[in-house]
């Protein structure tokens, strides 16, 4: 579980590949008393996870190296992550996509 930061804010880390999204999400998070961190790709979502285990994750479901789905199926099989909620944030509507995203997210 992470650690409660000195200030006492809880962490989102924002993970999308569209800067204004990162951009809007952050100051909208920061304004409500969260400490946002972002990744612009999946890779990086991976490493800053490992650096830092924050409170939830915002995650893009499509980005260009490793997509979103995929970034959750690897913190939800690793033990020390597999905790941490993580919340799809995406354009896709298709109900395929809604399904594998609880799918993976479990």
């Keep these: 579980m992470s650690e409660m930061p000195p200030d006492g804010r809880k962490t989102i880390l924002i993970v999308d590949d569209t800067s204004d999204n990162l951009r809007l ?9 969260y400490k946002t961190r972002y990744a612009i790709n ?6 800053a996870v490992r650096l830092a285990h924050p409170d939830l994750i915002l995650l893009d479901i499509t980005m260009p190296d490793i997509d979103g789905f995929e970034v959750c199926r690897r913190l939800k099989a ?8 993580v919340i799809f944030i995406s354009a896709l509507d298709e109900v395929i996509d809604k399904v594998q995203a609880f ?3 479990r």
């Design 25 to 33: 999400l952050s100051t909208m998070l920061s304004e409500h008393g």
């Design 42 to 47: 999946g890779g990086l979502a991976l490493q």
């Design 78 to 85: 690793n033990p020390d992550t597999q905790y941490i909620p």
């Design 103 to 105: 799918e993976v997210a």
